[in-house]
């Protein structure tokens, strides 16, 4: 009986060993096919942005601001969090593309600079499930601002390119937008 445990005790040790050897392995070199990446693409994307803080239903609301923000001409500090539609049209009824999950915030004290965080994730046909992160500034006042994709998941794994804004229409009182994109990112 004694001897049995002994052996369980024994196989259960190595067993042991062995498993914790796999699971720290911390690196490994591997071929790119091995994670099903066959050739890098070039895709362009062409939606629009809706940028909506005004009425009842507001896509994208302010969450904090500095004590200096109301005062200051760029509105410094103030952030906001948006889930801003994206559509295929300038209209807000046209298909909808995805939406701009993220924050946004003022982040230069002498010219309109923001700081936009946001990912771009996607509900279209093989899209669907599938994001883009761009990481940038933005000079919205800028006939076309260009910020870096800076990656993506689903089928846009690796991904790297950029994302070209231009103010389609603007309310100065409300502060809604509507902004065509144009993205170009390399993935697999
Ligand atoms: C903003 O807050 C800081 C830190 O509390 C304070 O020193 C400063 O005087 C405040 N500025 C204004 C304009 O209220
Ligand atoms: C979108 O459709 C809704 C409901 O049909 C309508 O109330 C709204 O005015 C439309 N928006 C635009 C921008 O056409
Ligand atoms: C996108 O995928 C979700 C979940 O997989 C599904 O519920 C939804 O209907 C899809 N949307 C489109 C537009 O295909």
């Keep these: 009986m ?20 796999n699971s720290q392995r911390f690196s490994r070199n591997l071929s790119p096919d ?5 050739r890098e693409k070039l ?20 969450v904090a601001q500095s004590n200096i923000t109301d ?33 946004y915030g003022s982040a230069d004290q002498k010219e309109v600079g923001l700081l936009m965080v946001l990912n771009l994730a996607f509900v279209e046909g ?3 499930g599938s994001t883009l992160s761009m990481f940038g500034r933005n ?14 998941s689903g089928v846009f794994r690796f991904a790297r390119g950029y994302a070209q804004a231009k103010t389609y229409w603007f ?6 937008a509507i902004v065509e994109y144009n993205v170009y990112v390399f993935h697999y």
């Design 34 to 38: 091995e994670i099903g990446l066959k």
């Design 126 to 128: 093989k899209y669907n």
């Design 71 to 103: 005062t200051s001409p760029t509105g410094f500090g103030f952030i906001a969090m948006a889930d801003d539609p994206l559509t295929l049209g300038p209209d807000a009824n046209s298909t909808l593309v995805g939406k701009a999950q993220g924050i």
């Design 2 to 21: 004694a001897k049995t445990l002994t052996i369980f005790l024994t196989i259960l040790f190595f067993t042991t060993i062995v498993t914790t050897s």
């Design 171 to 176: 309310d100065v009182k409300s502060g809604d």
């Design 43 to 62: 895709t362009h994307l062409h939606f629009y942005f809706h940028d909506i803080v005004s009425g009842k239903n507001p896509t994208a609301m302010r």
């Design 139 to 152: 000079r919205i006042f800028d006939k076309i601002r260009e910020m870096p994709i800076v990656g993506g």
